[in-house]
């Protein structure tokens, strides 16, 4: 069984920046999609950004965090790392890192919470205005 775990998330000031990482437990994920997502309260669970599978490191954004939101891995570590700028009272939520084995094309990047294979616990993140 493959553990996601999280961490860095916290209470923040609107502005202020934050850095988030998820290590996976085990190798072997280099050949997977990276993402992280979010849900905040009474909210469905929302895709954030992802980092494609090793040997393009291509990224992809949701529209509310496209510049202020970086997404990297690290596979020799197993870890995915979103450096969120500029945050916003609205950018509160629990936020979620997973992996996704989905290959549709090599341009595809899912997006969809049922597309993602392991899920991390979560980590608050509070962005007070």
């Known amino acids: 069984q493959v553990q996601l775990v999280e961490s860095g998330g916290g209470l923040v000031q609107a502005g202020d920046s934050l850095r988030l990482s998820c290590a996976a437990s085990r190798r072997g994920f280099s050949g997977s999609h990276m993402a992280w997502f979010r849900q905040a309260p009474e909210k469905e669970r929302a895709f954030v950004a992802a980092?494609?599978?090793?040997?393009?490191?291509?990224?992809y954004y949701s529209d509310s965090v496209k510049g202020r939101f970086t997404i990297s891995r690290d596979n020799a570590k197993n870890t995915v790392y979103p450096q969120m700028n500029g945050l916003k009272p609205e950018d509160t939520a629990v936020y979620y890192c997973a992996v996704s084995r989905v290959y549709i094309s090599a341009t595809y990047v899912p997006t969809l919470t049922s597309e993602y294979d392991y899920w991390g616990q979560g980590t608050q993140v509070t962005v007070s205005s």
């Open positions: 980092v494609k599978r090793s040997g393009t490191g291509t990224t």
